[in-house]
Protein backbone atom coordinates (compact mmCIF):
# COMPACT_ATOMS: atom_id res chain seq x y z
CA UNK A 1 0.00 0.00 0.00
CA UNK A 2 1.44 3.28 -1.09
CA UNK A 3 2.34 6.42 1.13
CA UNK A 4 -0.46 8.27 -1.02
CA UNK A 5 -3.38 5.58 -0.40
CA UNK A 6 -2.65 5.48 3.50
CA UNK A 7 -2.91 9.05 3.70
CA UNK A 8 -6.00 9.03 1.65
CA UNK A 9 -7.66 6.66 3.61
CA UNK A 10 -6.07 7.60 7.23
CA UNK A 11 -7.01 10.58 8.44
CA UNK A 12 -5.35 12.76 11.29
CA UNK A 13 -7.68 12.77 14.44
CA UNK A 14 -9.14 15.97 16.47
CA UNK A 15 -8.21 15.88 19.92
CA UNK A 16 -10.89 14.77 21.29
CA UNK A 17 -11.02 11.03 19.26
CA UNK A 18 -8.51 9.03 20.53
CA UNK A 19 -10.55 8.64 24.15
CA UNK A 20 -13.65 7.57 22.13
CA UNK A 21 -12.05 5.77 19.36
CA UNK A 22 -10.08 3.38 22.39
CA UNK A 23 -13.73 3.25 24.39
CA UNK A 24 -15.16 1.94 21.42
CA UNK A 25 -12.15 -0.83 20.85
CA UNK A 26 -12.86 -1.79 24.44
CA UNK A 27 -16.27 -2.37 24.04
CA UNK A 28 -15.87 -4.15 21.12
CA UNK A 29 -13.47 -6.40 21.87
CA UNK A 30 -15.50 -7.35 25.02
CA UNK A 31 -18.51 -7.72 22.44
CA UNK A 32 -16.38 -10.24 20.13
CA UNK A 33 -15.10 -12.13 23.40
CA UNK A 34 -18.95 -12.45 24.31
CA UNK A 35 -20.25 -13.38 20.43
CA UNK A 36 -18.34 -12.75 16.99
CA UNK A 37 -21.16 -11.03 15.09
CA UNK A 38 -21.50 -7.92 18.01
CA UNK A 39 -17.91 -7.73 17.57
CA UNK A 40 -18.64 -7.32 14.04
CA UNK A 41 -21.39 -4.66 14.86
CA UNK A 42 -18.68 -3.14 17.49
CA UNK A 43 -15.75 -2.78 15.05
CA UNK A 44 -18.09 -0.90 12.37
CA UNK A 45 -18.92 1.39 14.98
CA UNK A 46 -15.41 1.72 16.06
CA UNK A 47 -14.45 2.65 12.24
CA UNK A 48 -17.11 5.17 12.33
CA UNK A 49 -15.93 6.33 15.35
CA UNK A 50 -12.41 7.13 14.02
CA UNK A 51 -14.43 8.25 10.66
CA UNK A 52 -16.51 10.79 12.91
CA UNK A 53 -13.55 12.21 14.76
CA UNK A 54 -11.55 13.05 11.40
CA UNK A 55 -9.43 15.99 11.12
CA UNK A 56 -7.86 16.34 7.40
CA UNK A 57 -5.64 19.57 6.43
CA UNK A 58 -7.90 21.48 4.21
CA UNK A 59 -6.56 23.75 1.30
CA UNK A 60 -7.91 27.12 2.55
CA UNK A 61 -8.60 30.05 -0.02
CA UNK A 62 -6.54 33.12 0.09
CA UNK A 63 -8.02 35.38 -2.17
CA UNK A 64 -8.92 38.55 -0.15
CA UNK A 65 -12.48 39.26 1.35
CA UNK A 66 -13.23 35.75 1.22
CA UNK A 67 -15.34 33.85 4.16
CA UNK A 68 -14.86 30.45 3.84
CA UNK A 69 -17.15 27.78 5.64
CA UNK A 70 -17.12 27.56 9.14
CA UNK A 71 -18.10 23.63 9.13
CA UNK A 72 -18.49 20.74 6.59
CA UNK A 73 -22.32 19.64 6.16
CA UNK A 74 -25.17 20.64 3.96
CA UNK A 75 -26.57 24.38 3.61
CA UNK A 76 -30.00 24.07 5.08
CA UNK A 77 -31.21 27.71 5.67
CA UNK A 78 -29.73 30.92 4.04
CA UNK A 79 -32.04 33.63 5.29
CA UNK A 80 -32.04 37.19 7.08
CA UNK A 81 -32.10 36.39 10.73
CA UNK A 82 -31.36 39.17 14.05
CA UNK A 83 -28.07 37.45 15.45
CA UNK A 84 -28.43 36.54 18.93
CA UNK A 85 -28.18 39.15 21.27
CA UNK A 86 -25.78 37.71 23.57
CA UNK A 87 -23.56 38.71 20.78
CA UNK A 88 -24.06 42.08 20.40
CA UNK A 89 -24.51 42.44 16.37
CA UNK A 90 -27.52 44.89 17.28
CA UNK A 91 -31.37 43.57 16.18
CA UNK A 92 -31.22 44.57 12.36
CA UNK A 93 -31.24 41.27 10.52
CA UNK A 94 -28.27 39.68 8.85
CA UNK A 95 -28.08 37.34 5.83
CA UNK A 96 -27.55 33.66 7.82
CA UNK A 97 -26.11 30.55 6.65
CA UNK A 98 -26.91 27.64 8.54
CA UNK A 99 -24.95 24.55 7.95
CA UNK A 100 -26.22 21.21 9.21
CA UNK A 101 -23.48 18.65 10.37
CA UNK A 102 -25.19 15.09 10.18
CA UNK A 103 -23.15 11.95 11.94
CA UNK A 104 -21.15 11.09 8.96
CA UNK A 105 -19.54 14.55 8.82
CA UNK A 106 -16.37 15.75 9.91
CA UNK A 107 -17.16 17.66 12.84
CA UNK A 108 -14.18 20.20 13.29
CA UNK A 109 -15.62 24.11 13.24
CA UNK A 110 -12.73 26.80 11.43
CA UNK A 111 -12.70 29.99 11.22
CA UNK A 112 -14.61 31.48 8.17
CA UNK A 113 -12.25 34.68 8.22
CA UNK A 114 -8.94 36.06 9.62
CA UNK A 115 -9.44 38.18 12.87
CA UNK A 116 -9.85 38.68 16.52
CA UNK A 117 -12.24 36.53 18.51
CA UNK A 118 -13.88 39.85 20.50
CA UNK A 119 -17.18 37.76 21.82
CA UNK A 120 -17.50 34.48 23.38
CA UNK A 121 -20.78 33.37 24.96
CA UNK A 122 -22.32 30.49 25.73
CA UNK A 123 -26.12 29.72 26.64
CA UNK A 124 -27.85 26.48 27.77
CA UNK A 125 -31.09 25.58 25.80
CA UNK A 126 -32.56 22.50 24.45
CA UNK A 127 -31.54 19.87 22.11
CA UNK A 128 -34.34 20.08 18.76
CA UNK A 129 -33.03 18.41 16.02
CA UNK A 130 -30.56 20.19 14.32
CA UNK A 131 -31.96 20.69 11.02
CA UNK A 132 -35.16 22.43 12.58
CA UNK A 133 -35.35 26.61 12.12
CA UNK A 134 -35.85 27.14 15.47
CA UNK A 135 -32.75 25.59 17.38
CA UNK A 136 -31.03 28.86 16.22
CA UNK A 137 -33.24 29.97 19.55
CA UNK A 138 -33.85 27.55 21.30
CA UNK A 139 -31.05 24.79 21.29
CA UNK A 140 -27.64 24.88 23.41
CA UNK A 141 -25.28 27.14 21.57
CA UNK A 142 -22.21 29.05 21.82
CA UNK A 143 -21.30 32.10 19.82
CA UNK A 144 -18.49 33.93 18.56
CA UNK A 145 -17.70 37.12 17.38
CA UNK A 146 -14.55 37.50 14.86
CA UNK A 147 -13.71 41.19 14.12
CA UNK A 148 -11.12 42.09 11.23
CA UNK A 149 -8.91 43.89 11.18
CA UNK A 150 -10.75 46.83 9.25
CA UNK A 151 -13.65 46.61 11.78
CA UNK A 152 -15.98 44.01 10.05
CA UNK A 153 -17.80 41.62 12.56
CA UNK A 154 -18.66 38.00 11.77
CA UNK A 155 -21.04 35.97 14.26
CA UNK A 156 -20.28 32.13 14.54
CA UNK A 157 -22.89 30.10 16.59
CA UNK A 158 -22.50 26.24 17.17
CA UNK A 159 -25.68 24.57 17.72
CA UNK A 160 -26.07 21.42 19.48
CA UNK A 161 -28.70 19.07 17.95
CA UNK A 162 -31.06 16.05 18.55
CA UNK A 163 -28.25 13.92 19.23
CA UNK A 164 -25.18 16.39 19.95
CA UNK A 165 -25.11 17.15 23.31
CA UNK A 166 -21.18 18.93 23.90
CA UNK A 167 -20.31 21.72 22.08
CA UNK A 168 -16.63 22.58 22.69
CA UNK A 169 -15.45 26.26 21.72
CA UNK A 170 -11.94 25.91 22.04
CA UNK A 171 -10.63 29.41 21.73
CA UNK A 172 -11.09 32.44 24.19
CA UNK A 173 -11.82 35.84 23.66
CA UNK A 174 -8.34 37.34 22.83
CA UNK A 175 -7.45 34.84 20.32
CA UNK A 176 -6.35 35.93 16.89
CA UNK A 177 -7.41 33.49 13.92
CA UNK A 178 -6.48 33.34 10.38
CA UNK A 179 -9.04 32.23 7.86
CA UNK A 180 -9.53 28.18 8.25
CA UNK A 181 -7.75 28.34 11.78
CA UNK A 182 -9.62 25.50 13.82
CA UNK A 183 -12.12 26.93 16.65
CA UNK A 184 -13.58 24.01 18.17
CA UNK A 185 -16.27 20.76 17.49
CA UNK A 186 -19.22 19.83 18.52
CA UNK A 187 -20.24 16.11 18.95
CA UNK A 188 -21.88 14.50 17.39
CA UNK A 189 -24.47 15.78 14.97
CA UNK A 190 -25.22 19.51 14.61
CA UNK A 191 -25.54 22.72 13.43
CA UNK A 192 -23.36 25.88 12.62
CA UNK A 193 -24.79 29.34 11.92
CA UNK A 194 -22.81 32.14 10.36
CA UNK A 195 -23.86 35.58 10.37
CA UNK A 196 -22.60 37.85 7.66
CA UNK A 197 -21.74 41.48 7.83
CA UNK A 198 -23.89 43.54 6.37
CA UNK A 199 -24.00 44.58 2.71
CA UNK A 200 -22.91 40.75 2.32
CA UNK A 201 -24.79 38.34 0.14
CA UNK A 202 -24.81 34.72 0.35
CA UNK A 203 -23.21 32.95 -2.25
CA UNK A 204 -24.73 29.51 -1.56
CA UNK A 205 -28.19 27.90 -1.62
CA UNK A 206 -30.03 25.70 0.23
CA UNK A 207 -28.94 21.95 -0.52
CA UNK A 208 -25.00 22.39 -1.16
CA UNK A 209 -22.43 20.82 0.42
CA UNK A 210 -20.00 22.40 2.04
CA UNK A 211 -16.24 21.88 3.57
CA UNK A 212 -14.93 23.74 6.23
CA UNK A 213 -12.24 26.09 5.61
CA UNK A 214 -12.71 25.44 1.80
CA UNK A 215 -15.59 26.33 0.65
CA UNK A 216 -16.44 30.04 0.08
CA UNK A 217 -19.80 30.88 1.10
CA UNK A 218 -19.45 34.58 0.28
CA UNK A 219 -17.09 37.89 -0.45
CA UNK A 220 -17.21 40.72 1.99
CA UNK A 221 -19.01 43.47 -0.13
CA UNK A 222 -20.34 41.72 -2.45
CA UNK A 223 -24.20 41.77 -2.04
CA UNK A 224 -25.40 40.07 -5.17
CA UNK A 225 -27.77 37.20 -4.85
CA UNK A 226 -26.69 33.48 -5.45
CA UNK A 227 -28.96 33.43 -8.05
CA UNK A 228 -28.39 36.38 -10.54
CA UNK A 229 -24.40 36.51 -10.15
CA UNK A 230 -22.82 35.50 -13.06
CA UNK A 231 -19.36 33.71 -13.23
Excluded at 34 to 53: A, N
Excluded at 198 to 227: E, H, K, Y
Amino acid sequence: MSVDLVATVVKPLHREGPKFVAAFAVATLILWLIWEPLGLIGLGLTVWCYYFFRDPERCVPMDEGLVVAPADGTVSLVEPAIPPAELGLGTVPLTRVSIFMSVFDCHVNRAPVAGEVTQVAYRPGKFFSAELDKASEENERNGMVLTMADGTRIGVVQIAGLVARRILCEVDQGAILERGDRFGIIRFGSRLDIYLPDGTASRVSVGQLMTSGQSVIAVLGDDRPAASRIE
